[in-house]
Structure formats: structure tokens, C-alpha cells
């Protein structure tokens, strides 16, 4: 417990200087408003144009949404510092590699979470005009966090990997993708191997959680995501370093 204390201590320190840093730019704001755009579009177009007063739709195109989003938030996390030299200086800081990868998927999960807390206003308007279940609206958020937090993982691994920020963006917008729409092929799958690619699946387990239903298997995988993609990144660096 003190072990995880400390390195959520220096995890702190690096995601607080990363979310600064997303909002002392343009970029921040730009994918946010791109973000809430298509989402706007996904619910209104539900809304009235259907007469439903749901949140399926987003919820159902969120992985897809957060496939290209996230990528694009984490890209620049070590590759812009690698371009620019700042990389040396990072990682004579006195602070483990764990700390700061830990702090770097951190901020990058902080900042999604920002971008879709104005998409609560969508709820509470359903909440008004419908009685739609409590349930599944509160398991789509959970799992978005959750979302958030692998794709993230994913990303700053990418960009682990390269010095090149639109390389860190191809891949990992690529490994994302994947996860989001493999369930989608399931049909040219042989029937044995099916069960095998739904849990590949990260839109598999999210849509789980999206319909309120509370399996430890669906966090779980989300845990194992992150924890994989964070050990490949400190493996990343610690090989640079």
C-alpha cells in the first residue's frame, strides 16, 4: 500500500504538468469541441429525430469516438518530448518510470474525462423528458472512465515508441480501432474462436458495463489492458534510458 501511495505520489506531479499543459494550447480545446460535436450529433439526432430519449446511440459509437480522440490526446506524450530533448531531463527527474507512465495515462484519462462530463447535461435532459433506467446511464459513464483509461494506456505506449507524433497517432489509433470493431467481424469468425475475440474486445466489455451489468470479468479486462500496455511502455523507456 505505502508502494502504491509513493507512486501515485510522483504519478501526481506528471499528470498535473500534463493537463496544464493540454489546456495551455489550442489542441485541447479543439479536440474537445470536436468531441462534443459528434456527440451532440449522435444524441439530438435520436432525440428528434427518432422521439427517443436515450443515450444508446452515443454510448453505442463511443468507442469509435474515443478510438480516434484518445490517440490524438497521447500522442505527444513522449513523442513531442523525445523530438525536442526534453525526454534527457524527464527521465533524470527523481522519479521512477512507473511514476511517469502512471502520471502520463493519468492526465490523458483526466482530460477525457473532462471532455465528456458536458455530455451529462444529455442525461439530465433525458431524465426530464423521459424515465429512462438509472442503471445503464451511470454504467455508461463508469465504463467510458474505464474506456478512457485502456485507449489511454495504449496511446502513451504508442508514443513510447517514436519521436513522431503522427506515428504515435497511426498506431495507436490502429491498435484502438481494432479493439472497437472487432465484434463487428464476428461473423467471418469460426464459431470456436468466438468467444476468444469478444474478449479481445474492448467494445465488447464496454457495452457490458453500458447496460448496467456489474461483471468483474469486464473490469478486469480494462485492468489488464492498462496494466499491459504500461509495463510495454516502461519496458519502452527503460530501453532508451
Same mark, same amino acid.
Given at each position: 500500500?505505502?508502494?502504491?501511495?509513493?507512486?501515485?505520489?510522483?504519478?501526481?506531479?506528471?499528470?498535473?504538468?500534463?493537463?496544464?499543459?493540454?489546456?495551455? /494550447?489550442?489542441?485541447?480545446? !479543439?479536440? +474537445? @469541441?470536436?468531441? &462534443? $460535436?459528434? *456527440?451532440?450529433?449522435?444524441? =439530438?439526432?435520436?432525440?428528434?429525430?427518432?422521439?427517443?430519449?436515450?443515450?444508446?446511440?452515443?454510448?453505442?459509437?463511443?468507442?469509435?469516438?474515443?478510438?480516434?480522440?484518445?490517440?490524438?490526446?497521447?500522442?505527444?506524450?513522449?513523442?513531442?518530448?523525445?523530438?525536442?530533448?526534453?525526454?534527457?531531463?524527464?527521465?533524470?527527474?527523481?522519479?521512477?518510470?512507473?511514476?511517469?507512465?502512471?502520471?502520463?495515462?493519468?492526465?490523458? /484519462?483526466?482530460?477525457?474525462? !473532462?471532455? +465528456? @462530463?458536458?455530455? &451529462? $447535461?444529455? *442525461?439530465?435532459?433525458?431524465? =426530464?423528458?423521459?424515465?429512462?433506467?438509472?442503471?445503464?446511464?451511470?454504467?455508461?459513464?463508469?465504463?467510458?472512465?474505464?474506456?478512457?483509461?485502456?485507449?489511454?494506456?495504449?496511446?502513451?505506449?504508442?508514443?513510447?515508441?517514436?519521436?513522431?507524433?503522427?506515428?504515435?497517432?497511426?498506431?495507436?489509433?490502429?491498435?484502438?480501432?481494432?479493439?472497437?470493431?472487432?465484434?463487428?467481424?464476428?461473423?467471418?469468425?469460426?464459431?470456436?474462436?468466438?468467444?476468444?475475440?469478444?474478449? +479481445? @474486445?474492448?467494445?465488447?466489455?464496454?457495452?457490458?458495463?453500458?447496460?448496467?451489468?456489474?461483471?468483474?470479468?469486464?473490469?478486469?479486462?480494462?485492468?489488464?489492458?492498462?496494466?499491459?500496455?504500461?509495463?510495454?511502455?516502461?519496458?519502452?523507456?527503460?530501453?532508451?534510458?
Amino acid at each position: 500500500m505505502e508502494q502504491f501511495k509513493e507512486i501515485m505520489k510522483g504519478a501526481k506531479l506528471i499528470a498535473k504538468k500534463e493537463l496544464s499543459g493540454y489546456f495551455s /494550447t489550442p489542441i485541447g480545446y !479543439i479536440v +474537445i @469541441s470536436v468531441f &462534443l $460535436v459528434i *456527440a451532440g450529433f449522435l444524441f =439530438f439526432s435520436t432525440f428528434f429525430l427518432y422521439g427517443q430519449a436515450e443515450l444508446r446511440a452515443y454510448f453505442e459509437l463511443l468507442p469509435l469516438l474515443f478510438a480516434f480522440v484518445i490517440p490524438a490526446i497521447t500522442m505527444r506524450l513522449f513523442a513531442e518530448e523525445r523530438n525536442t530533448g526534453s525526454f534527457e531531463m524527464l527521465m533524470t527527474l527523481p522519479l521512477s518510470t512507473i511514476q511517469v507512465v502512471a502520471g502520463k495515462i493519468l492526465a490523458a /484519462t483526466l482530460f477525457a474525462s !473532462i471532455m +465528456i @462530463s458536458p455530455t &451529462l $447535461v444529455y *442525461a439530465v435532459s433525458v431524465a =426530464f423528458v423521459g424515465s429512462p433506467d438509472i442503471g445503464p446511464i451511470i454504467g455508461g459513464y463508469a465504463g467510458a472512465v474505464l474506456l478512457a483509461a485502456a485507449y489511454a494506456s495504449i496511446g502513451v505506449f504508442a508514443s513510447s515508441m517514436t519521436r513522431n507524433q503522427i506515428v504515435a497517432f497511426i498506431i495507436g489509433f490502429a491498435i484502438c480501432i481494432v479493439l472497437s470493431l472487432i465484434t463487428k467481424f464476428l461473423y467471418f469468425i469460426s464459431p470456436k474462436l468466438v468467444l476468444l475475440f469478444e474478449y +479481445i @474486445s474492448a467494445d465488447y466489455h464496454f457495452q457490458n458495463i453500458a447496460r448496467g451489468v456489474v461483471d468483474s470479468r469486464n473490469i478486469i479486462y480494462f485492468a489488464s489492458v492498462i496494466a499491459l500496455s504500461s509495463l510495454a511502455s516502461i519496458y519502452q523507456l527503460e530501453v532508451r534510458r
